[in-house]
Each structure stands twice: as C-alpha cells, then as structure tokens.
C-alpha cells in the first residue's frame, strides 16, 4: 500500500463522485478507478458501493476513512516540520481573484521575490468560490478570497481596505456629484457579477442598499470585468464596484464615491491551518499583511 492510495482513497469518500474526485487530484479518472481496485484488492474488502447513478461507501469503507485521514495527516505533519526548518524556497502557488490581481499583487510581488529569490511563484486568477476550492483541495498554496469563509480547514488575514464607488458612464447626470449620495442610485439600471465570483461582495452592497432604502431597477450580470466595465461604457448601467478597479478603468467610465461613504474589509488571504507553518506561506502571508493597502478613489490613498 502506497500513500497515494489512500489520498485517492480520501477523495472519492469525500466527493462521492469519481469524476469530481478525478478533478480535485488533477489525474485521470482510469488511473483513480484503478488504484482504488488496487487498495480493495490488497485490503480484500470492498470500500464503495458503486451503481450507474450513486458513489456510497460500504461499512468498511467508512472504518478506514478516519484512519487514513489520520495517517494522512501525520505524513503531513512530518513534511511540514522539516520544511520548517528551512528557508522559504520552493513553489509558491497563489490563486487571485481579480480585486487582488489587479491591486494587491503588483504591490507586492516583486518586492516578495526580491526578498526570497528561492520561492518559485506562480498565479492564477478564479472566481472567489474556484480559487477557495482549489485551496481546500491542494491545488494551490495560498488563495485571495473573500471573507466568510466558512471552512474550519483555512485560516484567513484581511490585506486591504476598500472605498465602494459607484462606476458610471461618461455623461451621466450623476457625475456631477463629488460623491454620489445612496438614495440616488435607486431606479438606475446596474450591471453586476454573479455572487460565485465576487465572494460577499454582493450581499454586503445589497445590505448597504437596503439600509438606505435604495431599489436597483434591473441587473445585468457578466462573469468578466472587463465585459462590466464595458457594459457600463456603453449606457447599459451603472456598477457598484471596489476602487481597486480605477486600475483598469476603461474610457468612458469614471467613479464617484458613495456617501455616506461605505469601506469594505473583507478581502482577505487564506491558507490551510494545516500548512500555515511553511516557511513560503508565512513568508507571502506576512509580506502582504505589512504592505498595509488601502484602496479610494484619493490619490494620496490609492495603493497605500
């Protein structure tokens, strides 16, 4: 028996679901059936029940879940503590969602390789609910997200703030405002991103309307920013969006701040509690943590 046939093993009892399970380990789903017959094989015990429709794991298999987590976990642990004792080195795999692609990375990377040239960084930008995932599974080291994240496997640091801004296109009668009062946005058309890609974003600006007795007319959702921020250089709507985005601001949209004036902190690194120890991920996490950004729309504030 290999550790590998137990990580296998894990992951189909824990989606249920071969081709889910196939996706988390990133191999194919031929290989995982047949290490998983290779471990009922040597065990000579049947660990799933399995019929066109449903995954379910049999007596035995549910008696060896928790002691293959167990010996999982303790491989794990002994990995960790020898990585301790070094110095960062090694990949460093950081899944982004856009606010931290465009605001907090090009603060913070290349001082970051500067200060630990041994850490092979790599990055991929997700949607906020793709790149957690990818966190729970070990697809990547690190992931920005944002708060709640509802999972006792991570830990999580907040590593900005943000001024909500209202993005308009050019012309629009509201731009005449400095800042735009809340009880103005009530009857606009908006446009907006779905709430997988966007974390509690949207739920957070929807208490804020609410609060304020502000009523949107209609919302035109889009998976991309840059099709938002189109969207709304075209006159199809307005956005309520971080003043991170003034980074990629296409023409034909400005941003006004709200008044009263809404600050969001829920933008937040995470890691697996299981890993915090790692010299790489402390070394990121606290190098964020010190850059200490701030995001307005005032220039003397902007990247702080």
């Known amino acids: 028996m290999e550790l590998r046939h137990l990580r296998y093993f894990i992951a189909v009892a824990e989606h249920l679901n071969f081709s889910r399970a196939t996706e988390a380990l990133q191999t194919a789903q031929p290989s995982l059936s047949q290490q998983i017959l290779s471990l009922e094989r040597e065990l000579k015990i049947a660990l799933f029940e399995r019929t066109n429709r449903h995954v379910t794991l049999t007596a035995e298999g549910n008696l060896l879940l928790p002691e293959a987590r167990a010996i999982i976990q303790r491989v794990d642990a002994l990995s960790s503590l020898r990585e301790t004792a070094s110095v960062p080195r090694g990949p460093l795999r950081i899944a982004s969602i856009t606010a931290s692609t465009i605001g907090i990375l090009p603060h913070v990377l290349v001082s970051f390789r500067e200060s630990f040239p041994s850490v092979d960084v790599s990055v991929e930008t997700w949607a906020a609910e793709d790149d957690v995932r990818a966190l729970i599974d070990r697809r990547v080291d690190v992931a920005f997200a944002r708060r709640p994240l509802d999972d006792v496997r991570l830990d999580s640091v ?34 907006g991103m779905p709430d997988e890609y966007t974390g509690d974003f949207n739920r957070t600006i929807a208490d804020v309307f609410r609060r304020h007795g502000t009523v949107p007319r209609s919302t035109l959702r889009t998976g991309n920013i840059e099709t938002l ?76």
């Not at 590593?159 to 012309?171: D, M, T």
């Not at 601001?249 to 829920?266: D, I, S």
């Open 229 to 304: 921020l189109g969207l709304v250089a075209s006159g199809m709507g307005a956005a309520v969006v971080s003043a991170v985005l003034q980074a990629m601001l296409v023409q034909g949209v400005e941003l006004r701040p709200l008044e009263p004036a809404v600050t969001l902190k829920n933008l937040c690194l995470a890691w697996r509690r299981d890993r915090a120890a790692l010299p790489a991920i402390r070394a990121f996490r606290d190098h964020v943590v010190a850059a200490a950004l701030t995001f307005s729309t005032r220039a003397d504030r902007k990247g702080r």
């Open 158 to 191: 907040i590593v900005a703030e943000e001024q909500i801004c209202v993005a308009l296109p050019s012309g629009h009668p509201l731009l005449a405002h400095k800042v735009v009062p809340i009880r103005l946005l009530g009857g606009l058309d908006f446009v």
